[in-house]
C-alpha cells in the first residue's frame, strides 16, 4: 500500500479546518482525516491508501468539528486515485477544480498536435517526446479546470500537422471532457480528418 501525501492551497476563515473524506474511511470526517496547516494556506495530509479506487473529497468544517452540519463538502464528483505500485506519492489538488492532463500518441511524422476548444478560447501546443522504442511521439499537456465548467459540457479536438516536403493538416472529431481527472486519448480512439488545402 502507497503512502499517499495530499496537499490543497486554500484560505480558511479563523477557527476552520481542512478535511480529507474517503472512501476508505466511508467518508467519515473526523478528526482523523483533518489536514494540517502547514504554511498559511497550504493544508496537508498523508495516510496510507490500501484501497484501489480510491475515493476522495475535501470539507471544510470547524478545527473541533462541534457541529457536523456546518460542513462544507467540495462540489463535483468525488476525485479518484487509481494506483497499481506500491510507491509513496504526492498530490496537489487545487479546490473545486481537476487537473486535466491528455497525452496523444501519433506517428513520428507528426510534428505539431494543438489542442483546441469551445471554451476559454484554449488553444495550447502540446509538448512532445520521441518514443524510440515504438518509432512514435507522445504529446502530453495538463493543466487546472473548474468542475463547474466542465459540468457545462466543454468540448476539445486536435489539430496535428505532419512534418516533410508536403505537410498534412489533420483535424480530429471533438471530444466531450469528462469529470475524470485526467483525460488520456490515443490517436486510435480518434477519428480524424484531412484538412483541404
Same mark, same amino acid.
Given at each position: 500500500?502507497?503512502?499517499? /501525501? #495530499?496537499?490543497?492551497?486554500?484560505?480558511?476563515?479563523?477557527?476552520?479546518?481542512? !478535511?480529507?473524506? $474517503? *472512501?476508505?474511511?466511508?467518508?467519515?470526517?473526523?478528526?482523523?482525516?483533518?489536514?494540517?496547516?502547514? @504554511?498559511?494556506? +497550504?493544508? @496537508?495530509?498523508?495516510?496510507?491508501?490500501?484501497?484501489?479506487? #480510491?475515493?476522495?473529497?475535501?470539507?471544510?468544517?470547524?478545527?473541533?468539528?462541534?457541529?457536523?452540519?456546518?460542513?462544507?463538502?467540495?462540489?463535483?464528483?468525488?476525485?479518484?486515485?487509481?494506483?497499481?505500485?506500491?510507491?509513496?506519492? &504526492?498530490? =496537489?489538488?487545487?479546490?473545486?477544480?481537476?487537473?486535466?492532463? #491528455?497525452?496523444?500518441?501519433?506517428?513520428?511524422? &507528426?510534428?505539431?498536435?494543438?489542442?483546441? *476548444?469551445?471554451?476559454? *478560447?484554449?488553444? =495550447?501546443?502540446?509538448?512532445?517526446?520521441?518514443?524510440?522504442?515504438? $518509432?512514435? +511521439?507522445?504529446?502530453?499537456? %495538463?493543466?487546472?479546470?473548474?468542475?463547474?465548467?466542465?459540468?457545462?459540457?466543454? /468540448?476539445?479536438? !486536435?489539430?496535428?500537422?505532419?512534418?516533410? =516536403?508536403?505537410?498534412? /493538416?489533420?483535424?480530429?472529431?471533438?471530444?466531450?471532457?469528462?469529470?475524470? /481527472?485526467?483525460?488520456?486519448? $490515443?490517436? =486510435?480512439?480518434?477519428?480524424?480528418?484531412?484538412? %483541404?488545402?
Amino acid at each position: 500500500m502507497p503512502l499517499v /501525501e #495530499f496537499n490543497l492551497d486554500i484560505l480558511l476563515k479563523y477557527g476552520q479546518a481542512l !478535511y480529507l473524506a $474517503n *472512501s476508505q474511511s466511508n467518508w467519515v470526517v473526523d478528526r482523523m482525516c483533518r489536514m494540517t496547516c502547514i @504554511q498559511d494556506s +497550504k493544508w @496537508q495530509i498523508s495516510c496510507d491508501v490500501f484501497q484501489t479506487p #480510491f475515493e476522495y473529497k475535501y470539507a471544510i468544517g470547524d478545527y473541533f468539528l462541534q457541529g457536523q452540519s456546518s460542513i462544507q463538502w467540495e462540489k463535483g464528483p468525488n476525485r479518484i486515485l487509481n494506483w497499481n505500485k506500491d510507491l509513496a506519492m &504526492t498530490i =496537489k489538488n487545487i479546490w473545486e477544480k481537476r487537473k486535466i492532463s #491528455f497525452l496523444l500518441q501519433t506517428d513520428s511524422m &507528426t510534428s505539431i498536435v494543438i489542442l483546441m *476548444s469551445n471554451h476559454d *478560447s484554449i488553444q =495550447k501546443r502540446l509538448r512532445n517526446k520521441k518514443d524510440s522504442k515504438n $518509432n512514435q +511521439k507522445i504529446f502530453t499537456m %495538463s493543466f487546472y479546470i473548474d468542475i463547474f465548467k466542465i459540468a457545462l459540457g466543454i /468540448e476539445f479536438q !486536435y489539430y496535428l500537422l505532419t512534418q516533410g =516536403k508536403n505537410p498534412i /493538416e489533420f483535424i480530429s472529431k471533438p471530444f466531450t471532457l469528462s469529470s475524470a /481527472e485526467q483525460q488520456y486519448l $490515443n490517436s =486510435k480512439d480518434l477519428q480524424f480528418s484531412k484538412i %483541404s488545402s
